[in-house]
């Protein structure tokens, strides 16, 4: 079984920078995916961004200029840097870690961007 614990989620400015982390722990294999969805009211979950083990990535087209992914291995931690944050980016960001027997979510975080 795998843990996620997410942090750094906060209330922010439009404008405004956050970067959310991630730690797993646990029974983690090697080789595996991690990233972060979100799941703003009244929506479904959405893609944020993905890193593989070997940090290729992959983003949402509305956060593409703005977020970066990154992950420690060392630390099994995933970072996910949010810059020029916008309204509709208020959401629960969720952490997950996908690897060869299933694919794991953290509880969750709130980030809200409200002047």
């Known amino acids: 079984q795998v843990q996620l614990v997410e942090s750094g989620g906060d209330l922010v400015q439009p404008g405004g920078s956050l970067r959310l982390s991630c730690v797993a722990s646990?029974?983690?294999?090697?080789?595996?995916?991690m990233g972060w969805y979100r799941q703003a009211p009244g929506k479904g979950r959405e893609l944020v961004a993905k890193?593989?083990?070997?940090?290729?990535?992959n983003y949402a087209d509305s956060v593409k200029d703005r977020f970066s992914i990154s992950r420690d291995n060392t630390k099994n931690t995933v970072y996910l840097q949010m810059n020029s944050l916008k309204p509709e980016d208020t959401a629960v960001y969720y952490c997950?870690?996908?690897?060869?027997?299933?694919?794991?979510w953290g509880q969750g975080t709130q980030v809200t961007v409200s002047s």
């Open positions: 646990g029974s983690i294999y090697g080789h595996n995916s």
């Open positions: 890193i593989t083990y070997y940090g290729g990535t």
């Open positions: 997950i870690l996908s690897d060869i027997q299933a694919t794991y």
